[in-house]
C-alpha cells in the first residue's frame, strides 16, 4: 500500500506562491498516475491536478489552469505542486494523491484510489 506525505504548506498572501511536495513509498512509484485533490471546510473534496504515470500528460481544474504545475520526479519518488498567483479561494487542505498503474489520464477525482493526510494551504487577502 503506498504510503503519501505531503509538506510544503504554511500561510500566505493573496499573489504569493507556495510549492507543495509528495513524498510517495511503500509501494512501486514508477509507472503509478498521480495528483493532487483539495478540501476547504465545509466544502467537497475536488481534483485539482493530476500527471500521468509517463510523466507526458497533465491535467487541471478550471480554476487553478495557468497558476498551478504539477510534476514529478520518479528518482526521488516525489510529486510536487507548484503555486502561483494564490487566491482567498485557494485556501484548503491540499492531499497527494495515487491514481493508478500505467494510467494515462487523471482528470477527476474519481480516477484515484489512495491519498495522503494533507498540508494546509491557507490565502489572506
Known amino acids: 500500500q503506498v504510503q503519501l506525505v505531503e509538506s510544503g504548506g504554511g500561510l500566505v498572501q493573496a499573489g504569493d506562491s507556495l510549492r507543495l511536495s509528495c513524498a510517495a513509498s511503500?509501494?512501486?512509484?514508477?509507472?503509478?498516475?498521480m495528483g493532487w485533490l483539495r478540501q476547504a471546510p465545509g466544502k467537497e473534496r475536488e481534483f485539482v491536478a493530476g500527471?500521468?504515470?509517463?510523466?507526458?500528460?497533465?491535467f487541471y481544474a478550471n480554476s487553478v489552469k495557468g497558476r498551478f504545475t504539477i510534476s514529478r520526479d520518479d528518482t526521488g519518488n516525489m510529486v510536487y505542486l507548484q503555486m502561483i498567483s494564490l487566491k482567498p479561494e485557494d485556501t484548503a487542505v491540499y492531499l497527494c494523491?495515487?491514481?493508478?498503474?500505467?494510467?494515462?489520464?487523471?482528470?477527476?477525482?474519481?480516477?484515484?484510489?489512495?491519498w495522503g493526510q494533507g498540508t494546509q494551504v491557507t490565502v489572506s487577502s
Open positions: 511503500g509501494h512501486t512509484f514508477r509507472g503509478y498516475a
Open positions: 500527471i500521468s504515470w509517463t510523466g507526458g500528460n497533465t
Open positions: 494523491a495515487a491514481g493508478g498503474i500505467w494510467q494515462d489520464v487523471v482528470a477527476a477525482i474519481g480516477d484515484f484510489q489512495s
